[in-house]
């Protein structure tokens, strides 16, 4: 099973709501990955996990903050976000936080009002 | 730093045959190429390891030359599937702190 999944699928939510997103794999791999993706556009990642430890925060804003409550689950949780974060949440994980594929999971469409 | 990818859009009919390119400016440790349907996540496809190493599907060819900082991938015998959006991702070391960094993209359409 090649399988990451995330939820929700689309986020609406106001400015000063908290949210949070979900990311689940069950292929045993120790790095999990959070990348933003605005349209027509590449990828940008936020953060890594490895191994349950934060190893690479990509200088992302503090209303993000990132959990791995352990090696299958990663969260995201959201507080006080702009209209500008307004895009696609991607989870990846991969073997280890190295040259190893990552396996995607469909991301969270996430509107912010 | 961003690999620069080549080109941006490439329009193929069905059966004929397309090369990317993504160069970097940086010394690279590894090179990945993911594909990404319109409303999809991006797929893996490949990676090419310095020093020769290269994984990924049968039906996919790709190159590394270290020296140049150069990776193409090739797609032969286009079929309408391969449409999307192709992304190299440019691996800056094998350290701890290893991350990938995505150019821009090529946007493939394959016609019947």
């Known amino acids: 099973d090649t399988e990451v999944t995330q939820t929700p699928k689309h986020l609406v939510m106001g400015m000063t709501n908290k949210k949070s997103l979900k990311c689940e794999q069950h292929m045993g791999h120790r790095a999990m990955y959070w990348y933003k993706q605005k349209a027509k556009k590449p990828p940008e990642l936020m953060f890594v996990y490895s191994y349950e430890k934060l190893s690479i925060n990509e200088s992302v804003p503090s209303r993000f903050s990132p959990e791995c409550p352990n090696s299958s689950l990663l969260n995201l949780h959201l507080h006080a976000l702009q209209p500008e974060d307004s895009a696609l949440y991607l989870c990846?994980?991969?073997?280890?936080?190295?040259?190893?594929?990552?396996?995607f999971g469909p991301g969270t469409r996430l509107t912010v009002t | 730093q961003q690999p620069v990818q080549s080109p941006q859009a490439v329009i193929l009919r069905e059966g004929e045959d397309a090369v990317i390119n993504c160069s970097s400016s940086k010394a690279l440790y590894s090179v990945h190429w993911y594909r990404q349907k319109h409303g999809e996540a991006p797929v893996f496809l490949m990676i090419?390891?310095?020093?020769?190493e290269q994984k990924g599907h049968d039906k996919i060819s790709a190159s590394f030359n270290e020296k140049k900082q150069q990776s193409s991938l090739y797609l032969t015998a286009s079929q309408l599937s391969y449409s999307g959006t192709y992304f190299c991702?440019?691996?800056?070391?094998?350290?701890?702190?290893?991350?990938?960094?995505f150019g821009k993209g090529t946007l493939l359409t394959v016609n019947p």
């Open positions: 090419l390891l310095k020093g020769g």
């Open positions: 990846a994980s991969s073997q280890e936080a190295s040259y190893y594929e990552q396996y």
């Open positions: 991702g440019t691996g800056n070391s094998g350290g701890s702190n290893y991350k990938l960094t």
